[in-house]
C-alpha cells in the first residue's frame, strides 16, 4: 500500500491528482490550509485530510507528525503553489513587482517546498521506494522563457518565473543528495484553475497527468529531472 501526501490538494490541480492516486489504490492524505475547505475534498474523495501550510512552521511539524503516527509516507507531492495577480487578473511584470511581493511567492512556491521537504525527510527514507513531485511550471524554464519561439517567452511577471526555477534547482541538489529517492520536477501545463483565474487552456484532467504519472515511478524510474507530459524539458 502506497501512501501519498499532496500540499494544496483541496482544489485545482491538486484534487485532481488527489482524485487519480485515490483511484490508483493509494492512500492518499490531502493537504489543505483551510480545514472546512480540505474536509470537504476529502470526504468526496475519500481521502484523510491532513491540515497543513506550507508557510508555517508549526501546521507542517503537526502534520508530519499526524502521517508519522499513522504509518509513513512514501510519496510526497509539493504542489501548493501561488501567482499573485494585480487587479483584473493581470501579471504583474518587471515595472510594479516588489520585494514584499517577491517574499510572499517565494514563501509558498520555494520555503514551502523546503520547509515540508524537511519535515517529510525522515518519514520518506523509511520508505522502500520513496518518491517526490515538485510541481514547478514550464515557466521556471531558462531556456523556454529565454527563446523568443517559446510561448514562455511573453510572460510578463518576474516572482512566479522566478520561483519555479528555483524550485526546479531544489529538484536537482535533493536529488542528487539523495540517490534512494525519486525527485522530479513537473510542468503540468498552462491549466484552467483559480491560480491564473481560468485562464488556462487544458483541464485539470489533462494537467494532472504527468504528476501522476511521476507520483506512480517505480525506484528505477528518473531522479532528478523535469518533465511535462510529453517528457524531458530543458532547464
Ligand atoms: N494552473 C496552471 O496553469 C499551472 C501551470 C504550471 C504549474 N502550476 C502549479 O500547479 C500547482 C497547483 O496550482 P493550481 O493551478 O491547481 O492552483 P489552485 O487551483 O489555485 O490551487 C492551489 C492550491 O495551493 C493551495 N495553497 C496556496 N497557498 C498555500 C499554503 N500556504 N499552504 C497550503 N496550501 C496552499 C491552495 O489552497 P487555498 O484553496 O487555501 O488557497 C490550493 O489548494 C502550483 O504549484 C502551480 O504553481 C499550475
Partial sequence: MTTTLITGANKGL???T???LVAAGHTVY??????ERGHRAAEQLG??????DVTDDASVAAAAKTVEADGGLDVLINNAGVEQRGAGNT????????????????????????????AFLPLLQRSAAPVVVNVSSGLGS????????APA????GVAYPASKTTVNMIT???AKAFPAMRINAVEPGYTATDLNGRTGTQTVEEGAEIIVRMAQIGPDGPTGGYFDAEGPLPW
Avoid at 153 to 156: K, R, S
Fill in 172 to 174: 536537482v541538489q535533493y
Fill in 30 to 35: 490531502l493537504g489543505s490550509r483551510d480545514p
Fill in 142 to 149: 531558462m531556456a523556454h522563457v529565454t527563446d523568443p519561439a
Fill in 47 to 52: 481521502a484523510r485530510l491532513v491540515v497543513l
Fill in 153 to 156: 517567452y511573453a510572460y510578463p
Fill in 18 to 20: 488527489a482524485r487519480r
Fill in 91 to 118: 501579471v504583474i511584470g518587471a515595472a510594479d513587482v516588489t520585494a514584499a511581493m517577491m517574499r510572499d511567492v517565494f514563501e509558498t512556491n520555494v520555503f514551502g517546498v523546503v520547509r515540508v521537504t524537511h
Fill in 14 to 16: 491538486g484534487f485532481e
